[in-house]
């Protein structure tokens, strides 16, 4: 058995839920409680406030984790980087008000900056010379140059809307973070093999995901000038149809030459082209 410590709810919740699910991982979708065993892989889930996922981890409480990586650099804890998973993206950015004039980092010297960041700004004002007044407060950082707190702010930024609507300007991007699964160092041998299975599942999803099974009906006249077109993981399926002088051709293709690829089969003369989703490859 082995226990991943998830967000209960917030901006993680949604993401991690459906990629557990597209692993196959199914859990009870009965009322949440604090710790979820899954039925059909040993994996049990324990939800809890993103803040205190990557101590669990590090300490064993929880085996492997989901959290955003500046989660996990503000809590300076100590666990393996597993895999990166490509959503909760945002930056940590210093933001001032917005008519301030501003050249460089040393506008910040003796300044009063507000966040709920205090390791990871401590760290880069160090590492530029700078030194502030940090100011801890959790939730609502943004409002607090408008009311007086402070004189800026280090926060999440995705869109950087929540900046302007409080009439700030970001000038500095200390760091990019994105969702990512984390694990303890030193899990049992037993635990590292369940472990081995679910990124193994994970990776099949991902595979999956950019790719799409292709089908279409090509006259055998055309065939050469198709194939010669299709990449395929080996190489495509071809099939004689009922009908005489007809074909039929199955492939996979990445999502990234898909449409040019497509658009070529067309004018070749290939017909009736279906393209299906594909919801796991095992390289
Ligand atoms: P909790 O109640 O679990 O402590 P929280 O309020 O601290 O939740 P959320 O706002 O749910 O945290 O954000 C969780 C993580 O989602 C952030 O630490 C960050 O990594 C990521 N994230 C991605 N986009 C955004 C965004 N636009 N705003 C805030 N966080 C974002
Ligand atoms: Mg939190």
Redesign the pocket.
Known sequence: MIRIAV???????DDTMAFLSEAGIRLSASKRALLVQASNFPLEVLY????DIPESVASGVADIGV?????CAERGADVDVLKRLGF???RLSLAIPKDEAYEDISWFSGKKVATSYPGILSRYLASKGVRADIHVIT?SVEIAPGIGLADAIFD????GSTLVSNSLREVETVMH???VLIGHKGLSAEKADILSQLLFRMDAVRTAEDRKYVLMNVPNSKLDDVLDVLPGMRSPTVMPLAQEGWCSVHTVLGEECFWDIIGRLKSLGAEGILVLPIENMVP
């Open positions: 967000q209960a709810k917030g901006r993680l919740y809890l406030r993103d803040d959290v955003g990586e500046n989660e909760g993206r945002c939730g999440i930024v995705s869109s973070s994105e969702a």
